[in-house]
C-alpha cells in the first residue's frame, strides 16, 4: 500500500528562519509528487508536482526537492505569510491499466513569527 | 483560466437528513473530477472519481453517492447522514494527463 509520512507534525519558525519540511513515501513507482499549501479552512492551493529524482522546483521562498524515497520543501528567510499547512502527495504509476488514486500525508503545520 | 466553485460553503444538517453537495468547473473540458474528506489530523480520504459524465467510481463504501450530470458537474449525496459524515468536503478537478490535482474552496459540514 502506498505511504506519504510527513515530518515534522508542527513546526515554528522566527521570521528569517530557514528550515525544511520532509515528506518520505513508499510507493511502486513514482507517476508524481505534489505540495500544495493549505491555509485554515480552505482548499489545498498548488505549490510544486516533481515527477523524478533530482527534479527541483522553486518559488518564491521555496523550492521543493525529490529524492528516490523522499521529498523536501525548503523554507528560506519565511515571512509571516507563509504559515499554513503543507501537504505532500504521491501518484502512483498505473498498474494493469486502472486508476491509482492519490496518497496524501497529514501535513506539517507551519507557523512563522514575526 | 480554469476556476473550481463548490457550494455551500458551510452546512448543518441534522442526522437522517438528505445531503447535497455541488461542484462546478469552468474553463477546461472532461476534467477527471474528485470528491474527498478531510478529517482533523488525517489525510485527505478520496471517495469518489469521475473520468467523464456518468462515469463515477467508488473508493469508500458508505452512505454517500455521487453522480456527474454534466461534463464540469460534480455532486455529492446522501439519503440520510450519519453523525460521522461530519468533515471537510473537497472537490478537485484534473486536466487528464498532467496529472496535477486543483482543490475548490471546500464544504464544511457538520451534522448534529
Known amino acids: 500500500e502506498d505511504q506519504v509520512t510527513q515530518s515534522p507534525e508542527a513546526l515554528r519558525l522566527q521570521e528569517g528562519e530557514s528550515s525544511s519540511l520532509n515528506c518520505s513515501y513508499t510507493v511502486s513507482g513514482l507517476r508524481g509528487l505534489f505540495w500544495y499549501r493549505q491555509d485554515p479552512g480552505k482548499g489545498p492551493e498548488f505549490l510544486f508536482t516533481l515527477y523524478s529524482a533530482g527534479e527541483e522546483k522553486e518559488k518564491e521562498r521555496l523550492k521543493a526537492t525529490l529524492t528516490k524515497k523522499e521529498s523536501f520543501l525548503h523554507i528560506t528567510a519565511p515571512k509571516p505569510e507563509d504559515s499554513a499547512t503543507y501537504l505532500c502527495?504521491?501518484?502512483?504509476?498505473?498498474?494493469?491499466?486502472?486508476?491509482?488514486?492519490?496518497?496524501f500525508g497529514i501535513g506539517t503545520k507551519l507557523q512563522v513569527i514575526p | 483560466s480554469q476556476t473550481i466553485h463548490q457550494w455551500p460553503a458551510t452546512l448543518v444538517q441534522p442526522v437522517g437528513s438528505p445531503l447535497s453537495l455541488e461542484c462546478t468547473v469552468e474553463g477546461t473540458s472532461n476534467p477527471n473530477l474528485y470528491w474527498y474528506r478531510q478529517a482533523a489530523g488525517r489525510g485527505l480520504q478520496l471517495l469518489f472519481y469521475?473520468?467523464?459524465?456518468?462515469?463515477i467510481s467508488s473508493e469508500v463504501p458508505q452512505n454517500l453517492s455521487a453522480s456527474r450530470p454534466q461534463d464540469r458537474q460534480f455532486i455529492l449525496s446522501s439519503k440520510k447522514l450519519l453523525l460521522s459524515d461530519s468533515g471537510f468536503y473537497l472537490c478537485a478537478w484534473e486536466a487528464g494527463l498532467r496529472d496535477t490535482q486543483y482543490f475548490g474552496p471546500g464544504t464544511r459540514l457538520t451534522v448534529l
Open positions: 469521475s473520468v467523464g459524465i456518468g462515469q
Open positions: 502527495a504521491v501518484h502512483p504509476r498505473t498498474r494493469s491499466g486502472g486508476y491509482q488514486k492519490v496518497t
